[in-house]
């Protein structure tokens, strides 16, 4: 009874109802998901509560609250981003509200054994590409994807682990885009301690305006159809 109630609180409090991060519903969120594991707990489906009330149940993520579909993310990759709102990696620039929103729940996540629960828990997700929001010329962002993109994220966006490199056909196409523009604009991948973010922050300089990144997108979201 006392855990239906903690995660209960997780659901209630996790997210905003608007699109500004809710500091205050934050810190209740990460209070109840430290609660959980001070119990001892390490079952990921129940760490996972925390997640699902922005992400949904299925991972299928909520445009309106800025939480991604995590369904059709790579388990490395998850990982990955989860140790970097951990360690203050990502998350911590001034501008970037719901970055610094995932860090506070990320840190609640006491160990890696932790992160790793949640992760195996999101693994078993069916995939299911998200919706299409934006329009672009494909053909242009082809060509730009084909020079740019390809070579580390795979010719179909299928992205390379040996590379580090997260597939990004099937991920929601708003979402890459703002984090394309978080990259560009320094917002993510400043901190040179993150290599792979460091990286994209200069790829992020690469395209030559707003439109043509629209198209590259685009065209990603195309190939997951």
Not at 19 to 25: A, Q, R
Not at 31 to 45: C, H, M, T
Not at 118 to 137: H, R
Not at 175 to 189: P, S, T
Request: charged share 20%.
């Amino acid at each position: 009874m006392k855990r239906l109630v903690l995660l209960l609180s997780v659901f209630l409090v996790a997210c905003s109802n608007d699109n500004t991060p809710d500091v205050s519903s934050d810190k209740a969120a990460a209070e109840a998901v430290q609660a959980l594991q001070q119990s001892g707990s390490v079952d990921g489906k129940a760490l996972y509560a925390a997640c699902a009330a922005c992400h949904g149940a299925q991972g299928e993520g909520n445009p309106g609250l800025h939480a991604p579909s995590l369904a059709n993310q790579q388990d490395w990759y998850l990982e990955r981003q989860l140790l970097g709102f951990r360690s203050g990696v990502r998350g911590s620039h001034p501008e970037d509200g719901y970055g610094a929103q995932m860090q506070a729940i990320a840190k609640t996540l006491a160990d890696d054994a932790a992160v790793k629960a949640v992760v195996a828990y999101i693994a078993d997700f069916k995939a299911k590409p998200a919706a299409k929001t934006l329009e672009g010329n494909i053909k242009r962002g082809a060509d730009y994807y084909s020079n740019l993109c390809g070579s580390c994220h795979g010719p179909a966006a299928e992205g390379n682990e040996k590379l580090q490199s997260p597939a990004l056909a099937g991920v929601d196409d708003w979402y890459l885009l703002k984090q394309f523009n978080h990259f560009r604009d320094g917002i993510r991948g400043a901190d040179q301690t993150d290599r792979y973010g460091y990286q994209m922050g200069m790829m992020g300089k690469t395209l030559p305006n707003a439109e043509i990144a629209n198209d590259v997108i685009a065209y990603i979201q195309s190939l997951a159809d």
